[in-house]
């Protein structure tokens, strides 16, 4: 039983060793940059290890002191508060956000929005591109029952399960769909309605902040950038 | 508006949804625990193992599968919402079903082992003196039973105000309607409003030490 054990164990070691080789990057990622992410990451030669949330949430994580090393944040607020804390250093704009109104029955637009519908949106306290539409839904004075989502990604599947009549959510999310869904349309929401959706990143101290810097810098190329704009941001 | 109007609100609605979840669970477990303590049948097993589901199953799987249920597609949405015209995903009455559900092994279970601890020949003797099925249930059964049935409704009620996984998958946050004190606690965290996360977790875990002690000092077990 204990030489079964031991065997046990050392297999377990192995597989780590193997699997582990150089520590990953340890990133917390908002959820609206999951399918941009999944495209950029292969080009970058360390192992990463992308945790995903809202933005709201990975911040108050860092706050709390989970170990992260590169913060990609939704909005600028909640990086700019932990470089001034401390927490955090070279804050930098990796992508601009774009929002899109997904919608189950009828045809997407700002006009889909009179009707006495029930719309999914992230929560907006928490959620940069919640926040966004609340805005877009008061700058258009419409009257939808706003179902109030965890994040984006929550929102998307809200709508994409049929449960809510439509969706804020992010352009990338809608974007990274493998091909268009039957019924659902969508509507690109006029920068004007919303406050730009500045998405930024920052370095968190403490951790391997060398390899944090190289990934910003990989962030940055004019390569990665299109590859972002293609996934869905501006 | 102010947060302590939000939590109160939240508290209201948590309550109310804890009240009306147990008045369901007292109705329908009894009759249900009673033929699982009794019967002989081969399907027994079965409806105890899904009764019991909640027990092991992450509420999130729940959720998940209550969530596509209750689109206007679903089996569930399309009765509520083509027959009577009522949504059931991110409403109050769509919380109930999930959390009567959820609850349900916590009031059944203790019920069938109340039930199947009982004194047999008392029913036989009721019988023979001429008490019908339902005579010998409602004036022998349930009153030997009482404290079982206390203890029972008790529990389905703490453990629904205890709920999360499965609000958060269906529920959707709305005030007054759907956002119950774990998911405004979830909310003040998120937010880094520790002040009002103290005040929630504070009031839940000294509501729910207080229930329980009360319980099984009443119940001596």
């Known amino acids: 039983m204990a030489g079964r054990l031991h065997r046990l164990a050392a297999s377990l070691a192995l597989l780590g060793a193997t699997v582990g080789g150089a520590e990953p990057l340890r990133l917390a990622v908002a959820s609206n940059f999951f399918s941009a992410f999944v495209r950029i990451e292969g080009g970058f030669p360390e192992p990463l290890q992308p945790a995903y949330g809202s933005s709201g949430l990975l911040h108050a994580q860092i706050v709390q002191g989970r170990p992260f090393d590169v913060f990609l944040s939704a909005d600028k607020a909640r990086p700019m508060a932990l470089v001034r804390s401390g927490r955090a250093v070279r804050p930098v704009v990796y992508a601009k956000g774009r929002l899109a109104l997904l919608v189950n029955e009828g045809q997407a637009s700002g006009a889909w929005l009179e009707g006495k519908r029930r719309v999914a949106i992230a929560n907006p306290q928490t959620a940069p591109y919640g926040r966004a539409a609340e805005e877009t839904l008061d700058a258009l004075g419409a009257l939808v029952q706003r179902i109030t989502a965890l994040n984006v990604a929550q929102a998307f599947h809200f709508a994409m399960s049929g449960a809510a009549d439509g969706a804020f959510v992010a352009l990338a999310q809608i974007v990274a769909l493998p091909e268009p869904v039957a019924p659902t349309s969508y509507w690109i929401v006029p920068e004007e309605l919303y406050a730009p959706i500045e998405q930024w990143a920052v370095v968190v101290s403490g951790g391997d902040e060398a390899g944090a810097e190289a990934l910003l810098d990989y962030l940055a190329e004019d390569g990665t950038q299109a590859a972002i704009r293609e996934a869905g941001y501006r | ?221």
């Open chain 2, 1 to 221: 508006m102010g947060i302590a109007a939000d939590i109160a609100e939240a508290a209201w609605v948590t309550g109310l949804l804890a009240l009306v979840t147990t008045a369901i669970l007292l109705l329908v477990s009894p009759p249900l625990a009673w033929w699982m303590a009794r019967t002989a049948s081969k399907w027994r097993a079965p409806v105890e193992a899904v009764v019991a589901l909640p027990l092991v199953l992450p509420p999130t799987v729940l959720g998940f599968y209550l969530l596509l249920a209750f689109a206007p597609s679903g089996p569930l949405g399309a009765v509520s919402h083509g027959l009577l015209g009522v949504p059931l995903a991110f409403t109050f009455t769509g919380l109930v079903i999930g959390s009567a559900i959820y609850s349900l092994p916590f009031v059944t279970g203790p019920l069938a082992s109340a039930f199947r601890a009982m004194d047999w020949q008392l029913l036989e003797a009721a019988a023979s003196l001429g008490a019908s099925r339902s005579g010998r249930f409602l004036r022998l059964v349930l009153p030997l039973n009482r404290r079982a049935l206390i203890a029972a409704g008790v529990l389905g009620f703490a453990h629904t105000v205890g709920e999360f996984g499965i609000v958060l998958m269906i529920g959707g946050n709305i005030p007054g309607e759907t956002r119950v004190l774990s998911i405004a606690l979830f909310d003040r965290v998120e937010m880094l409003d520790y002040g009002g996360a103290h005040l929630i977790a504070g009031s839940l875990l000294a509501f729910s030490l207080i229930v329980l002690t009360a319980t099984y000092r009443w119940l001596r077990l």
